[in-house]
């Protein structure tokens, strides 16, 4: 894609004589676990500002409900997570990434205990559950069903509390800075301050997905795709936009927000029936309910195809009620609101837009193809997830991998000078191009029409099912919708939203519309089997007129404690 196609490089004009300055050593982009977890990795001697486009209460994180996984189990070992992670992902993670993320599991879930985090206990030990595509018990939770509401009430204490870290929450992030191709910080908006450049030695991105492009989706209103767009405006290289996982049971109930039904429901022996209350999953499936989520998406798409029916139901009837109550209070709580006994009646899902896959490629220590721009957790394209991530490692990838950039940021200002010459500020100047910047601003658009539109668009054509006519139906509106929305300047974050999603929507489908096969959560209908030629990853960046392709990483995980249950020197909490 060409930068002309690409729309332009900043969304707003702005000029460094003209709006206030902030230093800062590290800037993060974004308030969710990956984010906070980052802030806190980086040296205390070092100043930390977090800008966080919500409140921080607000995240994609704190409404994860499943858990952490992680070997804990003394009966499981790291090659058995491994090998699960692998076999969802469809032959496209990296398994040295995998092995080690893995292995850093335990470790960052005895932090999180060190920190406050209440995990549920059995018998005074922890109470490990167990989802679709895990071969042992080994996901961690806490409040039965409200495991990222737990963990984020922990880790944000500990961030607020810490005196290197500055929060400004209710920020908008409208661009990356860059001169000369290296990050130099980023361009914000408040309500109260206005526009703000923040110059940062080091920038780490961890603004979470872009589920809020799909009508259907189980992520909060701030999930608009906002990190992946910036970093291609600016220059960073993104991979596999074509994966965006579907969790499979979301509740769907008329005037209901489209609450997901945790992965543990199915642990716990919920079974999926159509409309005629029959169980269909083993039909699909030797795991039945307990296939990885691409597996049952695609089940339930089928039935529901198969049944002209707009939904399937959880049937939770023939376990014990006193224990479904008490292993999913939120749950049980969310469906008495309609009318609905979780433990007793048919509870209606269908599967909605959950988690995307694909992102800013970023290395091992979390570095992108931009100097000075680190990111982590599910902004990222890291090699853990492949083609459809394994349940409950989205909670680990933040942890881990903002661990790794915060120490990563750390470790390159202790080798840097801290000479005058640190912050060096570019004249960035009007670097825009657009009928509004030429004073012909055009009649004013319904922004929300566009966005509802574009939603809807995505899930028809760009949903769990994909084929190549739908895919250019797709294309053909959404590049006819970027030529009148994307050159406009805007004054506030509904317009430069709208134009992130129709950034990231576009890259979608484009992505969507190269791979010919079916792997993992990218289904096409023309295209119903995996191919070897495809074993391989889409690259995209903003200047360049075609994708490129990578190939996948055949790595082998170290032998070194393949068998090994938890890391050395680790104690079981």
Known sequence: MNAESAGPRYLVPFGPKRVPHWFTDVLV???????????????????VLVVNKDDLKDSSSQWAQGGIAGVIDPEDRFANHVADTLTAGGELCDPAVVDGVVREAPQRIDELIDWGT??????????????????????????????????MRAVINRAVGSPNIEVWPETFTIDLVTEAGVCRGALVWHPQRGKTLIWARRTILATGGA?????????????????????????????????????????????????????????????????????????????????????????????????????????LS????????????GMAKLCQKFGLDL???????????????????????????????????????????????????????????GSRVGEQASRDLAAEP????????????NQRVGAAAEGLPGEPLDLADIRNSLRSLMW??????????????????????????LPRQFANPQGWQLQNLLEVGRLMIQAATARCETRGVHVRSDFPESSPAWHR???????????????????????AGVGDCRPAGSSQK
């Not at 982009?29 to 802030?39: D, Q, T, V, Y």
């Not at 023939?318 to 209070?329: C, K």
Request: charged content about 20%; overall charge negative.
């Open 318 to 329: 023939h376990l014990d009620s006193v224990m479904v109550r008490q292993r999913f209070p």
């Open 211 to 315: 589920g809020q492009i799909y009508r259907e989706s189980t992520n909060p209103a701030g999930a608009s795709g906002d990190g992946i767009a910036l970093a291609w405006r600016a220059g960073a290289t993104v991979r596999d936009m074509e994966f965006m996982q579907f969790h499979p049971t979301v509740l769907y109930i008329a005037g209901g927000s489209r609450s997901l039904i945790t992965e543990a429901v199915r642990g716990a022996g919920a079974h999926l029936i159509d409309r005629a209350g029959r169980r269909f999953m083993p039909e699909f499936d030797p795991r039945g309910e307990l296939a990885p989520r691409d597996v049952v998406s695609r089940a339930i798409t089928e039935v529901m195809r198969r049944t002209a029916h707009a939904n399937v139901y959880l049937d």
């Open 418 to 429: 801290t000479d005058g010459e640190v912050f060096t500020v570019p004249m960035i100047g």
């Open 537 to 559: 990853h889409l690259c995209w960046q903003r200047d360049r007129d075609e994708p490129w392709f990578e190939s996948v990483k055949t790595t082998p995980p170290t032998a």
């Open 29 to 47: 982009l974004g308030g969710g676990l990956a984010g906070l977890r980052a802030a806190l990795a980086v040296d205390p001697k070092c100043s």
């Open 118 to 151: 209440q995990f549920d206990l059995r018998d005074g030990e922890l109470d490990l559950g167990r989802e679709g595509g895990h071969s042992h018990h080994r996901i961690v939770h806490a409040l039965g069903d409200a495991t990222g509401r737990e963990v």
């Open 460 to 485: 028809r054509h760009v949903g769990v099912e994909r084929s190549g006519a739908s895919l250019g139906e797709a294309a053909d509106t959404v590049a006819s919708w970027c030529r009148y929305v």
């Open 343 to 401: 433990a007793t009646d048919r509870i209606p899902v269908r599967p909605g837009a959950h988690y995307m896959i694909g992102g800013v490629v970023v290395n091992e220590q979390g570095r992108t193809s931009i100097p000075h721009l680190l990111a982590a957790g599910e902004v990222t394209s890291s090699g853990l997830h492949g083609a459809n991530r394994l349940a409950s490692n989205s909670l680990l990838e933040g942890l881990v991998f």
